[in-house]
């Protein structure tokens, strides 16, 4: 019996490092799957629908927006790291 048992749990974990089995991911969103950043297998990814109705314009004028925050985000970060390893401004 212990035996068993110890079969059933050797062959329950080996199941849990066996690659599963995954479909191909699809967005309903096809207008912008040529634009850079879209790769498979996701494609183009807009989880919150930000972009369901929107035109070229409005695309280009979000992308801009998340570079544009982005580069803040990267300068915010770099002056934390210069001002935690003692250089100050004088002033």
Request: aromatic residues 8%; proline residues 5%.
């Amino acid at each position: 019996m212990m035996k068993l048992a110890a079969l059933a749990a050797l062959m329950g974990s080996a199941a849990a490092f066996a690659p599963a089995q995954t479909g191909k991911a699809t967005t309903a969103l096809n207008a912008f799957e040529s634009e850079l950043g879209a790769q498979p297998p996701l494609g183009f990814f807009d989880p919150l629908g930000l972009l369901d109705d929107a035109d070229q314009e409005r695309f280009d004028r979000l992308r801009y927006v998340e570079i544009k925050h982005g580069r803040i985000a990267q300068l915010a970060f770099l002056g934390n790291i210069i001002t935690r390893a003692g250089v100050h401004l004088p002033g």
